[in-house]
Every structure is written in C-alpha cells, then in structure tokens.
C-alpha cells in the first residue's frame, strides 16, 4: 500500500482525494490544507486521515510515501522540491510550474531522487483522448494537418494567473499526446478588459514543424459553454465535443484534394470529398481513476508516467511563450 498525502483541498483536491481513497494500490493518508474550513470539509468526507494546517508537520509525516499536489501554480516549485528532497514520489497539479528553469530542476531532482514525478493532464487519460490517439496512431486521419479547440465559458475568475495558464494546459497537453511535433512558434493575443491585469480572454496559435498549426480559443467571459476540439487530417477530420453527453468524438471521412497539374493549380481548383461519419465507442472510465492507478503502477513497478515530467515541462515552456507574446500584441515568440 503506498500512502499518499495531499495538500489543497480546494476546488480540484476533493477529485484526487476521492480517486486515491479509491484506489486499491493508494492509501489516503494525510491531507493538508491551510484553510480550517476546507479541513472542516476533508474530515467530513475523511474522518479516518490525518489532517493538518501546518506543512512543516504534513511533511514530517513519515508515514507518507507519496506527495500530491492541488494548490496554486505559484506554490507548485516549492512544495514539489520539499517532496522530492524528503523522498516522497510526487502527483503535481497542471501547470507543473511558474517558469522553465523550475520545471527543469524538478525533473532532475526526480531523476536524481530517483522518484515518480508525474504531472497531472488529466484530459490524457480520457477514454476520448486515448481513443483519438488510437485513431490517429492507426493512420486513419493521414497527414495531420491542424489542431483547433474552443475552451470557453463564464469561468471562476483566477485571481494570480491568467485564462492562459488556467485552461490552455488542457489542450497544450492534449494536443502534445495526439500529435507530438516540433512547436517553433507560439502568438497569443488577449487584453486585461476587468482592469487587474488578468486576461480573461486569449487565442494562441501554435506553429510546428510540417506546417501543422494549432488555434486554441481559451475564455472566462462566454455565455455559453463550448469544449469543442476539430482535429484535422489530410483523409479524415475529428470532432470531439466535451458537452456532448454521448457521441463526443466524430470521424468524418471528409476532405479537401487540390488539383496538381498547372491548369488546376490555375483555375485553383478544390475537390472537396464528403464520406460516412462514425461515432466510436469510448471507455468511460473516470480518466483520474485510470490516472491513480497508473500512478501507483509507475511507483510499484519502476515505470515512467505517461504525463511525466518533461511532458509537464513542454506545456510550461508554451505557457511562458504565450505570456511574453501577449505583451508583444501576439508578435511571434521562439520556442527553444
Ligand atoms: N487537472 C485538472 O483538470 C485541474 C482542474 C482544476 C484545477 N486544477 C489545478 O489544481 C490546482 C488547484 O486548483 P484549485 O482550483 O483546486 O484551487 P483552489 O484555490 O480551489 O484550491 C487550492 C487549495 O489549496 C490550499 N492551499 C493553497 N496554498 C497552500 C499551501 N501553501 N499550503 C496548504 N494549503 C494551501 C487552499 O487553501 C485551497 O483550499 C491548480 O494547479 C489548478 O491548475 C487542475
């Protein structure tokens, strides 16, 4: 049994704190939380775990074999250094961290520590992610050509970060499992309309090698909530529609063949090829339930997470990008 502790038991910590208990391999030990009416709330629903208020005395639980991480992107560093530093294997929340020379420490601290580190994208363990990627691996889409998702809703306002660093982690790490290419550039463009400096509203385009592209829409200010993502491929197109309560991927057999001979390429001339759709059949498996068991797998048997580390640090690296393209008005910037 590895016993796992978690600090945050905000918004989001409550999920991981019901997945672990659930897991036969993970032990819900200890939570930590410095609001007493968010320990008021974990006794409640875990009279048997150990609460605290202090981290000195969370971290001196010896009992802790495992660390997970649910509080703001701006404590990630400093409180997955301590776990790594005091021998714990380590589930930290997206974004993995604030700045890439973080990112980078922490994985090799990991390394070093030789230790679990994994970064918690949880949209890759989706039945419809992984079924996606099935389709995609099996050659059906061909060349893949765009990625275009619309994250958008009236959204819980974040105080410290952006809608950037809050949603586009999502479809950044998606994007990343479905179709790892070369990123070279990154453009964003938002504005701070509600005068504190936070950018509610953002379009990000991702440029990569092959000439594939990625639209991301991200927003707090919808009114209407849209989790759509359209995958594009030179023979087949996905549409994966989150809100969709059954059907939520679709595969058109659907494209676009330009002429090749220099009078088609004059006239311009598009032949568009309208085929079958069908809707596959997709695990429904809670994807944080797959998650903690595949935590708990990567710890018992030595492997490396799926979200590791590095894929953390490859979401982190667009983020920053990102931030320093919206100051630019969406100038281009390098990724490296
Ligand atoms: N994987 C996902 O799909 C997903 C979804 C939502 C949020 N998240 C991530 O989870 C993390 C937490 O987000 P949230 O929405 O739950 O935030 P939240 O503000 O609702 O909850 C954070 C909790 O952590 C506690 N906390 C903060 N700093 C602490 C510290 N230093 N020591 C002890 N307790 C501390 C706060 O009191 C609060 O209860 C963020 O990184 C966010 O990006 C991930």
New binding site residues.
């Given amino acids: 049994m590895i016993n796992v502790g978690l ?7 409550p ?1 991981l704190a019901r997945n672990i208990s659930f897991n036969p391999d993970l032990e819900l030990a200890a939570i ?4 007493s ?2 320990l008021k709330a974990a006794k409640q629903h875990y009279p048997r775990v150990n609460l605290y ?1 202090d ?1 000195d005395d ?1 971290f001196n639980d010896t009992a802790l074999d495992a660390i997970a ?5 701006a ?2 560093f ?2 997955a250094k301590k776990a790594l530093l005091t021998g714990r294997h380590v589930w930290l ?3 993995m961290t604030e700045t890439v020379p973080q990112a980078e420490e922490l994985i090799e601290l990991a390394e070093q520590k030789n230790k679990v580190l994994l970064v ?4 890759v363990y989706t039945g419809e992610v992984r079924k996606i990627k099935e389709v995609i691996d099996k050659g059906e889409l061909g060349d893949m050509i765009y990625y275009d998702s619309t994250r958008v809703n009236l959204g ?1 306002f ?1 105080q410290d ?1 952006n809608v950037v ?2 949603l586009a ?2 479809d950044i790490s998606i994007m990343d499992y479905l179709m790892p290419f070369k990123k070279i550039e990154v453009s964003a463009t938002g504005s701070h309309y509600y005068g504190n400096g936070i950018v509610p509203k953002s379009l990000l385009t991702i440029y990569m090698e092959n000439n594939t592209i990625a639209h991301i829409n991200v927003s707090w200010v919808s009114p209407v909530k849209i989790r759509q993502t359209l995958i594009g491929g030179s023979s087949k197109m996905i549409l994966y529609d989150d809100n969709q309560p059954s059907e939520k991927i679709k595969i058109y057999d659907k494209g676009v063949v330009l002429g090749h001979t220099m009078e088609e390429l004059y006239r311009l001339k598009v032949q568009y090829r309208v085929g079958d759709m069908y809707a596959p059949k997709i695990d429904d498996q809670e994807a ?1 339930a797959l998650e903690s068991s595949h935590f708990a797998d990567c710890i018992i048997n030595g492997k490396k997470p799926l979200t590791d580390g590095k894929a953390g640090l490859e979401v982190v690296k667009v983020l920053v990008a990102a931030e320093k393209s919206l100051k630019l008005k969406g100038a281009p910037v390098q990724l490296a």
């Avoid at 930590?32 to 609001?35: G, Q």
């Avoid at 991480?69 to 992107?73: D, E």
């Fill in positions: 600090i945050g038991f905000g918004y989001w910590g999920n930590c939380d410095f609001s009416d968010r208020k981290l969370f991480i649910a509080t703001p992107v404590t990630h400093k409180l929340e997206k974004p918690d994208h949880t949209f819980l974040q970060i660093w809050d982690p999502h944080l």
